[in-house]
């Protein structure tokens, strides 16, 4: 496997096995290596540990905490708490038993982590945080925020021939079908 060079996220990073993963990983020289972790005090020990095994590494070792089958706002609470309150054991119903949409995509933990480390020459560009078409807006239930991805100016154009083309070949098939009959 070759990974110099490139970014790698282990999830479940603290324990055993993810730690003697981790360590492997390192001797592969990956550019940077992202520890997950249920607990963020579990995910700083890792990446602190690494950085005493490994004190001349010249991979960038960072961490990531939280429930990576919630949403963003809701990754540090606990199985209880989310089940237990009615808001938030309805938000993760919907969100498990509903279609994938782009609402769900955006405000979930796992798609922020994975969207946070992948635009890493982006950040360089923008400063700290997240690119400008992937900074945060606000919610309306009680203050909390999600991530949305709104389309970059260059991307509209693209978007508006791409779903003109699929309505005119939906439209040519529903045509064919009916004269074929």
């Known amino acids: 496997m070759d990974i110099r060079n490139r970014r790698v996220l282990i999830f479940g990073g603290w324990g055993l096995v993810g730690s003697a993963i981790c360590r492997a990983l390192l001797a592969e020289q990956p550019a940077k290596l992202v520890v997950c972790s249920l607990s963020e005090q579990e995910a ?9 095994e490994f004190p001349s590494t010249k991979t960038e070792i960072l961490y990531e905490s939280g429930n990576i089958f919630v949403r963003w706002e809701s990754r540090y609470l606990s199985r209880h708490d989310l089940l237990n309150d009615d808001t938030h054991r309805r938000r993760l119903l919907d969100d498990v038993l509903s279609p994938l949409d782009d609402d769900i995509l955006h405000a979930s933990f796992i798609h922020r982590v994975l969207d946070r480390h992948r635009h890493r020459r982006r950040e360089l560009r923008h400063g700290p945080g997240l690119p400008g078409h ?5 919610r309306g239930l009680t203050g909390t925020r999600c991530l949305r991805r709104r389309p970059r100016p260059a991307e509209a154009p693209l978007l508006h021939r791409a779903q003109s083309r699929n309505a005119q070949a939906q ?8 004269g074929g009959h």
């Open 44 to 52: 700083k020990d890792a990446v602190s540990q690494l950085h005493l």
């Open 171 to 178: 439209g040519k098939t529903l045509r064919s079908s009916a």
């Open 134 to 138: 992937l900074r945060q807006q606000p």
